[in-house]
Protein backbone atom coordinates (compact mmCIF):
# COMPACT_ATOMS: atom_id res chain seq x y z
CA UNK A 1 0.00 0.00 0.00
CA UNK A 2 1.12 3.12 -1.20
CA UNK A 3 -1.44 5.54 -1.30
CA UNK A 4 -2.72 6.79 2.55
CA UNK A 5 -5.92 5.69 2.11
CA UNK A 6 -8.27 5.96 5.52
CA UNK A 7 -11.32 3.50 4.62
CA UNK A 8 -8.53 0.73 3.65
CA UNK A 9 -6.56 1.72 6.82
CA UNK A 10 -10.23 1.45 8.73
CA UNK A 11 -11.01 -1.85 6.92
CA UNK A 12 -7.51 -3.50 8.25
CA UNK A 13 -7.34 -1.93 11.78
CA UNK A 14 -11.36 -4.01 12.35
CA UNK A 15 -10.32 -6.89 10.59
CA UNK A 16 -7.19 -6.71 12.48
CA UNK A 17 -9.56 -6.28 15.86
CA UNK A 18 -12.12 -9.12 15.23
CA UNK A 19 -9.12 -11.55 14.92
CA UNK A 20 -7.45 -10.60 18.04
CA UNK A 21 -11.02 -10.34 19.94
CA UNK A 22 -11.19 -14.69 18.49
CA UNK A 23 -8.09 -15.31 19.42
CA UNK A 24 -8.58 -14.17 22.63
CA UNK A 25 -11.99 -16.09 22.78
CA UNK A 26 -9.67 -18.77 21.96
CA UNK A 27 -7.42 -18.69 24.97
CA UNK A 28 -10.03 -17.81 27.24
CA UNK A 29 -11.60 -21.50 26.34
CA UNK A 30 -7.67 -23.09 26.27
CA UNK A 31 -7.58 -21.09 29.85
CA UNK A 32 -10.58 -22.73 31.39
CA UNK A 33 -9.88 -26.23 29.32
CA UNK A 34 -6.23 -25.92 31.24
CA UNK A 35 -7.89 -25.17 34.72
CA UNK A 36 -10.09 -28.26 33.79
CA UNK A 37 -7.47 -30.34 33.29
CA UNK A 38 -5.28 -29.09 36.11
CA UNK A 39 -8.09 -30.48 38.28
CA UNK A 40 -8.08 -33.49 36.57
CA UNK A 41 -4.71 -34.17 37.30
CA UNK A 42 -5.19 -33.20 40.89
CA UNK A 43 -7.97 -35.84 41.01
CA UNK A 44 -5.41 -38.27 39.11
CA UNK A 45 -2.68 -37.90 41.20
CA UNK A 46 -5.12 -38.46 44.23
CA UNK A 47 -6.09 -41.93 42.69
CA UNK A 48 -2.70 -42.68 42.42
CA UNK A 49 -1.64 -42.07 46.09
CA UNK A 50 -4.82 -44.05 46.57
CA UNK A 51 -3.55 -47.02 44.40
CA UNK A 52 -0.19 -46.64 46.09
CA UNK A 53 -1.82 -46.98 49.18
CA UNK A 54 -3.60 -50.56 47.48
CA UNK A 55 -0.09 -51.57 46.65
CA UNK A 56 1.34 -50.89 50.32
CA UNK A 57 -1.91 -52.77 51.57
CA UNK A 58 -1.62 -55.95 48.99
CA UNK A 59 2.49 -56.24 49.61
CA UNK A 60 1.33 -56.44 53.37
CA UNK A 61 -1.24 -58.67 52.64
CA UNK A 62 1.31 -60.96 51.11
CA UNK A 63 4.04 -60.63 53.67
CA UNK A 64 1.67 -61.75 56.40
CA UNK A 65 0.29 -64.69 54.18
CA UNK A 66 3.79 -65.66 53.79
CA UNK A 67 4.58 -65.58 57.26
CA UNK A 68 1.19 -67.92 58.06
CA UNK A 69 2.90 -70.10 55.00
CA UNK A 70 6.15 -70.64 57.33
CA UNK A 71 4.65 -71.23 60.61
CA UNK A 72 1.99 -74.16 58.79
CA UNK A 73 5.35 -75.29 57.13
CA UNK A 74 7.39 -75.32 60.61
CA UNK A 75 4.48 -77.50 62.01
CA UNK A 76 4.33 -80.26 58.86
CA UNK A 77 7.94 -79.91 59.51
CA UNK A 78 7.71 -81.06 63.20
CA UNK A 79 5.60 -84.04 61.98
CA UNK A 80 7.58 -85.11 59.31
CA UNK A 81 11.19 -84.61 60.96
CA UNK A 82 11.16 -84.70 64.09
CA UNK A 83 7.80 -87.25 64.55
CA UNK A 84 6.19 -85.04 66.49
CA UNK A 85 2.21 -85.64 66.73
CA UNK A 86 0.24 -82.39 65.52
CA UNK A 87 -3.24 -82.44 65.45
CA UNK A 88 -4.21 -83.43 61.98
CA UNK A 89 -7.06 -82.22 61.41
CA UNK A 90 -6.26 -78.80 62.67
CA UNK A 91 -3.55 -78.90 60.07
CA UNK A 92 -5.20 -80.02 57.22
CA UNK A 93 -7.69 -77.23 58.19
CA UNK A 94 -5.25 -74.88 58.57
CA UNK A 95 -3.46 -76.00 55.28
CA UNK A 96 -6.82 -75.70 53.09
CA UNK A 97 -7.32 -72.51 54.58
CA UNK A 98 -4.36 -71.19 53.55
CA UNK A 99 -4.45 -72.69 49.98
CA UNK A 100 -8.11 -70.60 50.01
CA UNK A 101 -6.50 -67.48 50.56
CA UNK A 102 -4.01 -67.94 48.66
CA UNK A 103 -6.56 -68.33 45.47
CA UNK A 104 -8.19 -65.40 46.55
CA UNK A 105 -4.97 -63.28 46.89
CA UNK A 106 -3.60 -64.70 43.45
CA UNK A 107 -7.30 -63.69 42.29
CA UNK A 108 -6.47 -59.88 43.52
CA UNK A 109 -3.15 -59.59 42.75
CA UNK A 110 -3.57 -60.43 39.31
CA UNK A 111 -6.64 -57.91 38.76
CA UNK A 112 -3.99 -55.23 40.19
CA UNK A 113 -1.26 -56.35 38.09
CA UNK A 114 -3.87 -55.98 34.38
CA UNK A 115 -5.20 -52.72 36.09
CA UNK A 116 -1.57 -51.83 36.41
CA UNK A 117 -0.37 -52.86 33.21
CA UNK A 118 -3.19 -50.78 31.51
CA UNK A 119 -3.16 -47.85 33.32
CA UNK A 120 0.98 -47.49 33.13
CA UNK A 121 0.63 -48.08 29.78
CA UNK A 122 -1.52 -45.62 28.63
CA UNK A 123 -0.48 -43.27 31.57
CA UNK A 124 3.48 -43.52 29.34
CA UNK A 125 1.14 -42.79 25.93
CA UNK A 126 -0.14 -39.63 27.05
CA UNK A 127 2.70 -38.15 28.79
CA UNK A 128 4.82 -38.48 25.90
CA UNK A 129 2.08 -36.62 24.19
CA UNK A 130 1.88 -34.19 26.53
CA UNK A 131 5.27 -33.84 26.89
CA UNK A 132 5.96 -34.14 22.92
CA UNK A 133 8.44 -36.99 23.13
CA UNK A 134 10.25 -35.31 26.01
CA UNK A 135 12.24 -38.30 27.42
CA UNK A 136 11.46 -38.97 31.43
CA UNK A 137 14.24 -39.58 33.46
CA UNK A 138 12.96 -42.57 35.31
CA UNK A 139 11.86 -44.24 31.85
CA UNK A 140 15.87 -44.18 30.03
CA UNK A 141 16.43 -47.50 32.12
CA UNK A 142 13.34 -48.94 30.74
CA UNK A 143 14.49 -48.64 27.19
CA UNK A 144 16.70 -51.72 25.80
CA UNK A 145 20.41 -50.70 25.77
Not at 48 to 58: I, P, T
Not at 83 to 89: A, K, L, Q, T
Request: charged share 40%; proline share 1%; with cysteine.
Amino acid sequence: MTDFDCAVLHRENVRTCREDSLWLDEVRRWQAEHRRVTGWLHAVESAWSEAEARLDAHAEAIRAHEQKLREHEETIGYSWWKRRDVPERRCLADHEELEAKHREMKKVHEEIQQLHKEVTEEMHELLRTVLSGALVEEWVSEEPE
